[in-house]
C-alpha cells in the first residue's frame, strides 16, 4: 500500500509544485477506485444535495447525511486524504461547530471543509485548538447561493478580488490547511495560490492553483441536471471509469486540465 495522505503530505506537494488530485465521494465503492487509481484527496461535499439527492442546491443536505457518506468513503479509502463538508448552518455557532465537526471526525473525516471568509476566524481557531484540521472555501461558496442570486462567477472587479485575496490570507492566518476556491478568474487563483502557504485547490479557478477537484458525477459526465463550463467529461472520451479517472489525474498532474475553455477570465 502506498504511504497515507496526509496534511504533511499535501503541503510538500505544494512546496515542490506537484499537483494534488481531488474529487468528490460519497460511497466506499468509488472511494476504493478513486483511492486504486491514486486521487489524493477525497471530499463527501454537501454537492451529494444535488448529485445524490436531486435538489436545487445543497441547504437541505444535514450533517447526518455528511456523517452517513463519510462513514461509507472511510471503508472504501487506504491511502486518500478524506475530508467532510460542514453543511449549511452546521457551524453557525460554536457549540454547535464542535458538536458536529466531532461528528464528523467520529465517521472517519481527518479535515472539516467551511464556506466563509472573516466570520470564521474565531471557528477555524478553535477546531484546531481542539484537533480539528480546516479546510476553507472561497470564491462561489454554493451555500449562499442566494445571497449572490445565482452560481456566478465571483471576484470579478479589483475590489472583490482584494477582498477575497484579503479573506485568504485572513483564514491561512487562522489556522485553515487547505483551501477550496470555487468559480475564480484565472489570474485571481493564481495571486491566492502564491499568497497563502497552504495548498489552494481549485474548481473553475484555471491552472495555476495547487491541485484541481471535481465533482465526481461532472467528471463521469452523468450529473442530472447540467454540465457546469469548468468541469469536462472523462468517461465520454475514455468510455471506462478506471480509465477516465486515470486520464483526469493524468492531465491534472500534468497542467492539460483545466484548459482555457474550462477557466474563466
Ligand atoms: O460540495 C462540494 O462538492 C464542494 C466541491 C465542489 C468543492 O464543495
Given at each position: 500500500?502506498?504511504k497515507?495522505?496526509t496534511?504533511s503530505?499535501?503541503l510538500?506537494?505544494k ?5 494534488i488530485?481531488?474529487?468528490?465521494a460519497?460511497d466506499?465503492?468509488f472511494?476504493?477506485l ?6 489524493d484527496?477525497?471530499?463527501i461535499g454537501?454537492?451529494l444535495g444535488m448529485?445524490l ?25 487506504q491511502?486518500a486524504?478524506?475530508?467532510a463538508?460542514m453543511p ?7 457549540e454547535?461547530?464542535y ?5 464528523l471526525m467520529?465517521?472517519g473525516a481527518s479535515?472539516?471543509k467551511?464556506e466563509?471568509?472573516?466570520?470564521l476566524l474565531?471557528t477555524?481557531?478553535g477546531l484546531?485548538?481542539r484537533?480539528?484540521?480546516?479546510c ?7 451555500q449562499?447561493?442566494?445571497?449572490f ?8 472587479g479589483?475590489?472583490?478580488a482584494?477582498q477575497l485575496?484579503?479573506q485568504a490570507q485572513a483564514?491561512a492566518?487562522?489556522?485553515?490547511q ?5 468559480c475564480?478568474?484565472t ?5 491566492i495560490t502564491?499568497a ?5 485547490i ?6 495555476k492553483?495547487d ?5 465526481m458525477?461532472?467528471m463521469f459526465g452523468?450529473s442530472a441536471n447540467?454540465?457546469?463550463k ?9 468510455g471506462d471509469?478506471r480509465e477516465a479517472?486515470k ?6 498532474q500534468?497542467?492539460?486540465?483545466p484548459g482555457e ?5
Open positions: 500500500m502506498n497515507k495522505v496534511t503530505t499535501l510538500s506537494m512546496q515542490q509544485g506537484q499537483k488530485t481531488a474529487l468528490t460519497y466506499a465503492s472511494a476504493k478513486f483511492d486504486e487509481q491514486g486521487i484527496v477525497m471530499l454537501d454537492s448529485v439527492q436531486g435538489s436545487e442546491d445543497t441547504l437541505t443536505v444535514t450533517v447526518d447525511d455528511i456523517v452517513y457518506h463519510t462513514r461509507s468513503v472511510r471503508q472504501g479509502t491511502r486524504f478524506v475530508i463538508d449549511f448552518m452546521s457551524y453557525a455557532n460554536s454547535q461547530t458538536h458536529n465537526a466531532a461528528k467520529a465517521a479535515m472539516v467551511v466563509g471568509g472573516d466570520w474565531e477555524i481557531k484546531n485548538q484537533g480539528v484540521p480546516v476553507g472555501h472561497l470564491g462561489l461558496t454554493p449562499s447561493v442566494h445571497v442570486g445565482g452560481f456566478k462567477v465571483q471576484g470579478r479589483d475590489l472583490q482584494e485575496l484579503e483564514l492566518h487562522a489556522g485553515i487547505m483551501l477550496v476556491l470555487e475564480v478568474p489570474s485571481l487563483a493564481e495571486k502564491l497563502v502557504n497552504i495548498p489552494v481549485g474548481i473553475g479557478a484555471g491552472a492553483t491541485g484541481q477537484i471535481l465533482v458525477h461532472d452523468i447540467y454540465m457546469p469548468f468541469s469536462k467529461n472523462y468517461l465520454e472520451q475514455t471509469m479517472v486520464s483526469y489525474i493524468e492531465e491534472v500534468s497542467g492539460a486540465f475553455l474550462h477557466s474563466f477570465n
